[in-house]
């Protein structure tokens, strides 16, 4: 996850002990999402973390893809694509779509994601940090 970071700063410093806190919270509260690796022939290529969001606007549960990572030399070879074409296959019945954020300075991935069917929301997001 650190090296998701590394790549792409989020803008807020980012450390194993956050890591830790998400893991051990999904772990204790499935209900609020999951983490899953990316694996091939039995070794992790990549991970996703699924956020559970009741969204009244859409009427359901709208699943937030917080996070996907692939190592640099997976990239390119249509496992992005596959993830995201099987999440999709595989929402549950209550959820209405698919969410995500691509931060400013990675265009490749806002052009990978739009290709996947994925558009702007007419909302921006903003955060207030305690």
């Not at 700063?9 to 450390?15: I, R």
């Not at 002990?17 to 690796?37: C, N, Q, W």
Request: proline share 7%.
């Amino acid at each position: 996850m650190l090296a998701l970071y590394a790549e792409d700063s989020p803008g807020e410093p980012m450390d194993a002990g956050k890591i830790r806190r998400t893991l051990r919270t999904l772990e204790a509260h499935p209900d609020k999402g999951r983490v899953r690796l990316i694996e091939v022939d039995g070794a992790c290529i990549g991970y996703l973390i699924l956020i559970d969001f009741w969204s009244n606007e859409y009427g359901g549960d709208l699943l937030t893809l917080d996070e996907l990572y692939l190592r640099p030399e997976w990239r390119g070879r249509g496992f992005g694509r596959a993830v995201i074409e099987h999440l999709v296959a595989t929402l549950p019945q209550a959820a209405v779509g698919l969410q995500l954020e691509v931060s400013p300075q990675n265009p490749r991935a806002a052009s990978f994601y739009r290709r996947l069917g994925f558009r702007p929301m007419r909302n921006r997001p903003l955060v207030r940090l305690r």
